[in-house]
């Protein structure tokens, strides 16, 4: 070989060192495989060097000399192919623990808020400072501002999955610092919250659908439907929104479609003629019968849910009463324009005796009047647009509301009657995994007493997923 053959050969060499010294320093896939493209462009002059040194010499020894020195050729493509496999293999996701894949994830997120109440002040602790809860609008006494900023809807979820055979069993829990109540650290000094159970639950899941047992959103729940949002919720008056234990299967109808039916936990919230405070009885004793129809054309998702509750106190008599509740909400996602960017999401629920699945308990279930318990009828829904004006800017412009029915009993004065709002905002992605938005709200609430109350609520939020 001579000495410009054994440079090229050097040469080639150190190319293919190159890459896997990018990777163990952090460098991208893609500098991996520009590397690879300039070392593969020099294979194939070195190539074409020992060809022209073979046809040259003329000599049978000096033919078998220049297939010798030409044997490190395909040694290079053998390398450099598993070179090319390495680095378009992904990063592994999660870590193993036995035969279990595990998974740790959630957000941190920052929210501020500065808020105007046209009709009074809210009081200390009220949820109404942390996100928009109509129910909490003041509806008496002099215009106020407030300033809130808060980390509480950090959240951090642990999941993990098993091969089971042909099936698949997972289990996952999530916990925030929103949810819990009570005792809470002093905003004056340490600004700690308590962490609280959001979801937990474990699957089977397998070719003809999956088993769910544990605490999760409710079957009669769409969360894909819900808008983006700076708020907690958003669009919280029009919004069936209800975390709760259950057993639950649902089953693959077909590539687009499934059914899902759950027993899912009971509970009744009332009021009386004499105060509008709710009341959890915790008298129930039917579970909640849930399910619904899910469709998936394409990218988008409708649905199709429906409830069956079963209200039931213990009357100023001392004795049972009881009457069915029940109710439906139809909700979807329709995606829409370039790559999807856009979407329409809805959601429009009626029911009689469900109010604790709407809005965060907006509306009691049922009205205990005397020995008398009624039903509550409401009708609640929510549209929103979501606009992408480029890859990482994007807007969602949403509108909500809820309307109370109250039986024809005495309704106390305080009972809220309705509720809502419009909102709009501007979300930015700068880099991957980080969301920073700026949200609007205009909010209003209406009191059986023709009383109302309005928030006007400018709010910032920085939100980083890990």
């Not at 957000?107 to 200390?124: C, E, I, N, P, Q």
């Not at 474990?202 to 047992?213: N, P």
């Not at 105060?275 to 129809?293: G, Y």
């Amino acid at each position: 070989m001579t000495p410009r053959h054994l440079f090229l050969a050097l040469l080639a060499a150190s190319a293919l060192t190159a890459p896997a010294a990018a990777q163990s320093t952090g460098q991208s896939t893609a500098d991996i495989e520009r590397r690879l493209t300039a070392m593969e462009a020099e294979i194939g002059r070195l190539k074409a060097e020992l060809a022209a040194a073979k046809g040259a010499a003329g000599g049978a020894a000096t033919a078998t000399a220049a297939n010798v020195q030409a044997a490190p050729a395909p040694a290079l493509e053998t390398r450099v192919a598993a070179l090319e496999e390495k680095a378009a293999k992904p990063a592994p996701d999660g870590f193993r623990s036995g035969g279990t894949t595990l998974k740790i994830g959630g957000y941190v997120k920052l929210w501020s808020a500065v808020s105007r109440y046209s009709a009074g002040t809210t009081a200390a602790g009220q949820l109404l400072k942390d996100f928009y809860l109509p129910q909490q609008i003041p509806v008496g006494g002099e215009a106020t501002t407030h300033t809130n900023m808060h980390v509480k809807q950090s959240r951090f979820w642990l999941g993990g999955t098993t091969p089971v055979g042909e099936r698949v069993a997972a289990v996952y829990a999530e916990i925030d610092f929103q949810t819990a109540q009570g005792a809470q650290g002093s905003e004056r000094t340490t600004n700690g919250y308590n962490p609280a159970l959001r979801r937990a639950f474990f699957t089977l899941t397998g070719k003809s659908g999956q088993l769910l047992l544990g605490q999760d959103w409710s079957t009669f729940q769409n969360v894909a439907a819900l808008p983006e949002t700076t708020d907690f919720i958003g669009p919280t008056e029009g919004s069936v929104f209800v975390r709760q234990p259950m057993l639950r299967y649902t089953a693959n109808l077909s590539p687009v479609a499934q059914l899902a039916v759950a027993v899912e936990n009971p509970e009744s919230a009332t009021i009386t003629s004499a105060s509008a405070a709710l009341i959890e009885n915790d008298d129930d004793a039917m579970p909640d019968l849930t399910a619904k129809l899910t469709l998936k054309p394409g990218k988008a998702e409708l649905s199709l849910a429906g409830v069956m509750h079963d209200v039931r106190v213990v009357n100023d008599a001392g004795d049972r009463e009881n009457q069915l509740g029940f109710g439906l909400s139809g909700a979807g996602k329709i995606p829409f324009g370039p790559d999807g960017r856009h979407d329409i999401r809805f959601m429009l629920t009626w029911g009689q005796g469900i109010g604790h699945y709407l809005g965060l308990n907006f509306a009691p279930d049922a009205v205990l009047a005397g020995a008398d318990l009624r039903t509550v009828d409401t009708l609640a829904g929510f549209a929103a647009v979501k606009l992408g004006w480029t890859p990482t800017v994007r807007s969602t412009f949403m509108a909500s509301f809820q309307d109370v029915d109250y039986p024809d009993v005495l309704i106390p004065a305080a009972a809220n009657k309705a509720a809502w709002s419009v909102a709009g905002n501007l979300f930015w992605t700068p880099v991957k995994a980080l969301d920073v938005g700026i949200e609007y709200r205009h909010g209003e609430r209406e009191i059986m007493s023709g009383a109302r109350g309005r928030l006007d609520r400018f709010e910032l939020a920085a939100k980083y997923s890990f």
